[in-house]
């Protein structure tokens, strides 16, 4: 996705000024870049919460009154006979709860959870009136409300590894207004540390080769969509699989209680609990899968597209329709992969699929799709459009009554423009010519274009600049931002990666092929170049941009794509050149790690890269 065009500006100013050679972004004046850096502390995994079932009595914790830890009746524990109590007074009353805690430095996993019960004397079903706030330092983690009220406690998990190596206050605030009490118990809080920056070894992903079957209806305006969905799929682990996970990443959109993606009727397993947001289902299998068997599930499929320019919703008469489909999580050595939706960038992770999508519409929409599509008449004013695609990690699809040009680039790829309204014709043309001209020319560097034909979809309302999709883009009227979406079917389409931990091998990537699109060298990237701190990495993964949202762009943008930059000064042009493209051609709809990409520069070059990853702050 491109940021913002405000932060999009940013990134490229802040990457277009004055050095020729390989500079050594943070190194101070006068220091020598071959200094080697300090080791990273090595991690101790540590529960770091002090008496955070309350069994204790109260110290470390800081209370706004003595009633706050209590063992009173009228609430119970989750553990013990000790818990937290805030508020439940019925008038206006403000409780708060913190703890200092040391996040030691050198772990790649810190996760803060603790069990929450709310109950309510509330009868509203729409307004958040009394509201619990969970913070780490400054950081907002979630917010509650007599909304959630539910008889029992359930967990909450955050990761919190952003914090590795700070002193922070884990701290929960809860406010009552003048009437109608909420209660806020919690019980047993921890924040848990492991593991080192490295991830685990990685060669089973799986479900693997999934293939999706999707026939879906749409009512009169193209913002409802109904119908049924199948995945087959087959179990590459060694472990058969009893379970899989379906991430339904737009209910992010909504809420739990009010869901834009609804599955229902499941067969070939049993649905079990929503979970991170209500954006994953667990499917129990109705028998365990070998290693090796294949199996399908199915299920009747619900969509209501949300108001809004956005990558999911419509504006006016037009409807965006991405990440829509739920998709396989992934499990892997990691185990399954249930990162909560961000704004912010991506989260998706998912293997190469099939997806044979059939969408009946109004005639009077069109409808374009990733795939090759082909429209057939359905019933009286409607039309059945068949999109077809084949080793492609999503699916998305638009409607609407869109202004609609074709033309084929010089190599032969059809490449389709549609426009809202208000979108000029010579500025629709642009982008064909853009279009045509970018596909061209990352195909000539990393492969050829394998997804039959091209739409983009232009909306000059849309916040976020552009957002990629397999053979489906949506974007403004911009050269630069086109060109960079186009890049996408690259880096995250055909090479695919895992783009809530990991987002530079995409954004990073793609910001750099763009560049060289452009014909801009990357000269003078680093100018100006500041870290926000010793935390602050390339690598870092959407957990930490979250945490740090005003950093992403010109970081994982910016100072991503100048980084590699500085490895083609390295290793030379025609090195890396021929790197990126043998890369391509060997994760080609596959799955792309940093270690991976680190070990393939270093096998191009004689030269030792070790201290080039450390200045340039490319862990992994």
């Known amino acids: 996705m491109r940021p913002t065009p405000l932060k999009a500006l940013a990134a490229r100013v802040l990457a277009a000024a004055a050095l020729a050679a390989v500079s050594l972004p943070g190194t101070p004046a006068g220091a020598s870049p071959s200094t080697a850096p300090a080791a990273a502390a090595a991690c101790t995994p540590a ?27 009228g609430q119970s524990a989750h553990g013990g006979t000790t818990f937290a109590w805030l508020d439940g007074v019925g008038s206006t009353h403000t409780d708060t709860l913190s703890q200092s805690v040391t996040i030691p430095s050198g772990c790649g996993s810190a996760s803060l959870t603790f069990w929450l019960h709310i109950d309510t004397a509330e009868t509203t079903s729409s307004t958040a009136y009394d509201k619990l706030t969970a913070k780490i330092g400054s950081t907002t983690l979630a917010t509650y409300s007599n909304l959630n009220k539910a008889s029992g406690y359930a967990q909450k998990t955050f990761d919190v590894s952003a914090f590795a190596g700070q002193t922070v206050t884990v701290a929960f605030t809860g406010t009552e207004d003048s009437s109608l009490q909420t209660s806020f118990v919690l019980d047993d809080i921890a924040l848990n540390t492991s593991g080192d920056t490295t991830p685990p070894a990685d060669s089973t992903r799986t479900p693997a080769a999934p293939g999706y079957t999707v026939s879906l209806t749409s009512n009169t305006s193209g913002t409802g969509w109904t119908g049924h969905e199948s995945v087959t799929f087959t179990n590459a682990s060694s472990t058969a699989l009893s379970e899989v996970y379906l991430r339904l990443w737009d209910n992010y959109h909504g809420t739990c209680s009010a869901m834009p993606i609804v599955v229902s009727n499941v067969s070939g397993g049993t649905a079990g609990a929503l979970s991170v947001g209500c954006t994953a289902l667990r499917i129990s299998l109705a028998s365990p899968v070998a290693q090796g068997q294949s199996a399908t599930i199915g299920f009747d499929l619900a969509i209501t597209v949300p108001s809004g320019a956005d990558r999911f919703g419509y504006d006016g008469a037009f409807s965006f329709i991405g990440n829509a489909l739920p998709v396989l999580a992934v499990k892997d050595g990691a185990g399954w992969h249930l990162d909560p939706y961000t704004n912010n960038g991506e989260s998706f992770y998912s293997l190469a699929s099939d997806f044979k999508v059939a969408l009946d519409h109004p005639t009077t929409l069109l409808v374009p799709a990733t795939g090759t599509s082909v429209d057939t008449p359905g019933s009286s004013g409607r ?26 680039s010089t190599a032969g790829t ?29 195909a000539a560097r990393f492969g050829a274009y394998p997804y039959g034909e091209l739409d983009a979809v232009i909306d000059n309302n849309f916040w976020f600049g552009g957002m990629e999709y397999p053979g489906f883009v949506l974007d403004l009227v911009s050269t630069t931002a086109l060109t960079h979406e186009i890049a996408h079917q690259w880096f995250y389409g055909i090479v695919g990666d895992d783009e809530y931990t990991s987002p530079w091998l ?18 003078s990237c680093w100018s100006s170049v500041s870290w926000a701190s010793t935390a602050e990495k390339i690598t870092n993964s959407m957990a930490y941009w979250d945490a740090h949202s005003s950093r992403y762009s010109t970081v994982v943008y910016g100072y991503g794509k100048c980084a590699l930059h500085d490895l083609r000064r390295v290793l030379g042009d ?4 021929n790197l990126l493209k043998s890369y391509a051609t060997s994760h080609w709809y596959g799955v792309s790690t940093t270690a991976e990409f680190k070990a393939a520069a270093q096998a191009a070059t004689t030269t030792d890269l070790t201290s080039f990853w450390t200045t340039h702050r490319i862990d992994g």
Do not use: C
């Open 47 to 73: 529960q770091v919460v002090t008496n955070g079932g309350f069994e204790s009595g109260t110290s470390p914790w800081t209370q706004s009154s003595t009633t706050v830890i209590t063992s009173r009746t």
């Open 383 to 408: 039309t059945v459009t068949t999109a077809t695609a084949s080793k492609v990690r999503d699916f998305a699809w638009a409607a609407g009554p869109f202004s609609k040009i074709t033309g084929t």
């Open 414 to 442: 059809p490449i389709n423009v549609y426009s809202v309204s208000g979108i000029s014709s010579a500025n629709a043309q642009s982008m064909l010519t853009t279009a045509k001209s970018a596909v061209d020319a990352h």
């Open 506 to 523: 995409d954004e990073s990537f793609t910001d750099y092929a763009t560049d060289l699109a452009q014909g801009k060298t990357g000269t």
């Open 574 to 577: 025609t090195a890396m050149a």
